[in-house]
Antibody
Framework: DVQLVQSGAEVKKSGESLKISCKGSGYSFTSYWIGWVRQMPGRGLEWMALIYPDDSSTAYNPSFRGQVTISADKSISTAYLQWSSLKASDTAMYYC???????????????WGRGTLVTVSS | QSVLTQTPSASGTPGQRVTISCSGSSSNIGSNTVNWYQQLPGTAPKLLIY???QRPSGVPDRFSGSKSGTSASLAISGLQSEDEADYYCAAWDDSLDGGIFGGGTKLTVL
C-alpha cells in the first residue's frame, strides 16, 4: 500500500524550533514530488510548498517562503517541514501529500498523510 | 480570501443531486486542470476528482467533475448521509507559480 506516515503531535512555545516529518512507503519516493498543506483551526486548506526528493528541488507559496523550510532525505524516504522560530499563529494541522500529476499544470495530491497537529503557545 | 471562490455552504436531501461550484481566473482554472477533495470531519482530505473529471479508483461514479472556461463544478448525485463533508477545489496558479485551494464548501445532508 502507498502510504505517507507523519510524525506525532507537537506542543511548543513561541520562539522554539520544530521539524516534522513525513515518511513515504509502497512507492518510489524519489519519483514523486511531496507537498505540505496547512489547515488552521476551523479554516480551509493552504498549499505551502513542494519538494522533489530526488534532487531536492523546491517550490514555495510566497506566503510561506522564509517562514518554513521544506527538505527531504531520500535515503530514508522522508520529507520534512521545519520552523526556526515558531509563532502562535503557526498553530495548525499540517498534512503532507504526494503530487500525483505528470506536471505542475496537472497538479493534484493523490495520497495524503493523516496530519501532524502543531500547537504553539505564547 | 482564496483565489478560487466557492460558496461556503450547500445542502440537499438524501437521493438529491447537488452541485458545488468553483470560480477562478485565466491564470489558474482557465489554463490548468482542476481537482476536488473531500474532507470528512476530523480526517485528512481525500482526492475525489483530478484532471477536471477523472475519478481515482474507489471513488463512486456518483461524483463527477466538469470545467468550463474559468469555472469548475463538482456534482454529487444520489446524495447520501456519508457525503456530509467539506469539499475543496484546487488548481495550479501560473501567477503564483504554486497550487491553490478554494475556500471550501460545507455540504450538509438534511
Amino acid at each position: 500500500d502507498v502510504q505517507l506516515v507523519q510524525s506525532g503531535a507537537e506542543v511548543k512555545k513561541s520562539g522554539e524550533s520544530l521539524k516534522i516529518s513525513c515518511k513515504g512507503s509502497g512507492y518510489s519516493f524519489t519519483s514523486y514530488w511531496i507537498g505540505w498543506v496547512r489547515q488552521m483551526p476551523g479554516r480551509g486548506l493552504e498549499w505551502m510548498a513542494l519538494i522533489y526528493p530526488d534532487d531536492s528541488s523546491t517550490a514555495y507559496n510566497p506566503s510561506f517562503r522564509g517562514q518554513v523550510t521544506i527538505s527531504a532525505d531520500k535515503s530514508i524516504s522522508t520529507a520534512y517541514l521545519q520552523w526556526s522560530s515558531l509563532k502562535a499563529s503557526d498553530t495548525a494541522m499540517y498534512y503532507c501529500a504526494r503530487f500525483g500529476g505528470p506536471r505542475f499544470s496537472n497538479w493534484y495530491f493523490d495520497v495524503w498523510g493523516r496530519g501532524t497537529l502543531v500547537t504553539v503557545s505564547s | 480570501q482564496s483565489v478560487l471562490t466557492q460558496t461556503p455552504s450547500a445542502s440537499g436531501t438524501p437521493g438529491q443531486r447537488v452541485t458545488i461550484s468553483c470560480s477562478g481566473s485565466s491564470s489558474n482554472i482557465g489554463s490548468n486542470t482542476v481537482n476536488w477533495y473531500q474532507q470528512l470531519p476530523g480526517t485528512a482530505p481525500k482526492l475525489l476528482i483530478y484532471n477536471n473529471n477523472q475519478r481515482p479508483s474507489g471513488v463512486p461514479d456518483r461524483f463527477s467533475g466538469s470545467k468550463s472556461g474559468t469555472s469548475a463544478s463538482l456534482a454529487i448525485s444520489g446524495l447520501q448521509s456519508e457525503d456530509e463533508a467539506d469539499y475543496y477545489c484546487a488548481a495550479w496558479d501560473d501567477s503564483l507559480d504554486g497550487g491553490i485551494f478554494g475556500g471550501g464548501t460545507k455540504l450538509t445532508v438534511l
